[in-house]
């Protein structure tokens, strides 16, 4: 409807400047003058054919100027006649455009060419540049304005797809750090409680004797204090994240405290220099033993784990071999198995876990060198 309103506009404002013109007395004519309203008409609805039909626009406003030549010439058709092919190439298609300014060179050409061998006079060419000023000059603003509306256009297109593919990644950003803090949250929170919920099970529904109630009073405060130790390290982070060094302590290194306090007896065997082990390898080493022994100790039948670290200069191979309990112990849906997995994924390792008989057996192969 806003279009519409604009062509009627330009349309009016053409026919009132042509009607000027021929009250002021710019026209010529060869009948009676009130015939020259009559392309001047015609000319101006042609505009009102800009937007919905530019080639049929061309053609009436065409039909109107050679109609204006023979009965007068004016200069009102004309002038009006430069906004038709102005719009024409603006809001034609690229073609119609591209066919225009080579019939409006031709013309000109071919127009003056005719002028020099007729007339024999170097003025006749003041044909040829009217009409090239009527024909070329609008028909080459229009093609400009219009590579420029579509370099605009091209430009607002990639920046909107710019903004989505950043909306993208942000979302994409966002749920990694989510499913980071989940795989933390899970191993500090969900292994000591664990451990802390079985011992207290234990000293709860059997008689274990004053020695044995404080060991398992004992080990429910060593997972308690050690969990509110990392749960304060990993608040500190989330609020200041250059306090990352601070924040993933623990690792390889750590490992004799981790199986120290654990809750089951442990084999441990390390070979190769852990030291020398990236940070990033070294953390997601320990956190997936940290879940191993949470595992076994919760879904184990009691006896010994064995746990083997092999450090090269490539890798790091973590195995964990541990008995399984009897009947089923009720864990926390898988959460701990597939936090492990997206651990050595993350590093462009692998990991297995599964049962081998009556044993349980995790296995994981984290390089050191990957990306």
């Known amino acids: 409807m806003k279009g519409r309103a604009v062509d009627l506009v330009l349309a009016g404002s053409g026919l009132a400047a042509g009607a000027l013109m021929f009250v002021t007395g710019q026209w010529q004519a060869q009948v009676a003058p009130a015939w020259l309203f009559v392309p001047l008409v015609v000319c101006c609805g042609a505009l009102l054919l800009r937007r919905t039909?530019?080639?049929?626009?061309?053609?009436?406003?065409?039909?109107?100027?050679?109609?204006?030549?023979?009965?007068?010439p004016s200069l009102a058709t004309p002038l009006v006649y430069t906004q038709v092919l102005y719009d024409a190439c603006l809001h034609g298609r690229a073609a119609l455009a591209r066919a225009l300014l080579a019939l409006s060179v031709i013309g000109s050409v071919v127009t003056g060419a005719v002028c020099l061998v007729v007339v024999r006079d170097v003025r006749a060419l003041g044909l040829a540049v009217l009409l090239a000023l009527v024909t070329v000059v609008p028909i080459l603003t229009g093609s400009h304005v219009r590579h420029h509306r579509d370099q605009a256009a091209i430009a607002r297109r990639s920046a909107?797809?710019?903004?989505?593919?950043?909306?993208?990644?942000?979302?994409?950003a966002v749920a990694a750090e989510r499913a980071g803090m989940a795989r933390e949250l899970h191993d500090v929170i969900a292994n000591h409680l664990s451990a802390a919920a079985i011992h207290a099970t234990a000293a709860l529904s059997a008689d274990l004797g004053p020695d044995g109630t404080r060991q398992a009073l004992t080990v429910i405060r060593e997972n308690s204090?050690?969990?509110?130790?990392?749960m304060r390290r990993m608040i500190g982070f989330l609020r200041d994240p250059a306090a990352v060094a601070e924040a993933t302590r623990g690792g390889l290194a750590a490992l004799d405290d981790l199986v120290a306090h654990c809750g089951?007896?442990?084999?441990?065997?390390?070979?190769?220099?852990?030291?020398?082990?990236?940070?990033?390898?070294?953390?997601?080493?320990?956190?997936?033993?940290?879940?191993?022994?949470?595992?076994?100790?919760?879904?184990?039948?009691?006896?010994p784990v064995a746990v083997a670290v092999a450090c090269t200069a490539a890798a790091v191979d973590l195995?964990?071999?541990?008995?399984?309990?009897?009947?089923?112990?009720?864990?926390?849906?898988?959460?701990?198995?597939?936090?492990?997995?997206?651990?050595?994924?993350?590093?462009?390792?692998?990991?297995?876990?599964?049962?081998?008989?009556?044993r349980w057996i995790v296995a994981a192969h984290l390089p050191t060198d990957a990306p």
């Open 264 to 303: 089951v007896p442990v084999g441990l065997s390390v070979t190769g220099a852990p030291e020398r082990v990236p940070v990033s390898v070294d953390l997601a080493a320990y956190r997936i033993l940290q879940e191993s022994l949470a595992n076994a100790l919760k879904h184990g039948d009691g006896g």
């Open 319 to 358: 195995r964990v071999d541990s008995g399984l309990a009897r009947r089923p112990v009720p864990g926390l849906g898988g959460a701990g198995l597939i936090g492990m997995r997206e651990r050595a994924a993350l590093l462009g390792g692998t990991l297995t876990a599964g049962p081998d008989g009556d």
């Open 53 to 72: 039909a530019p080639l049929a626009s061309v053609l009436v406003g065409t039909a109107a100027v050679a109609g204006d030549v023979v009965i007068g």
């Open 225 to 230: 204090v050690q969990g509110l130790a990392e």
């Open 160 to 172: 909107e797809q710019v903004a989505r593919l950043a909306e993208a990644d942000r979302a994409n």
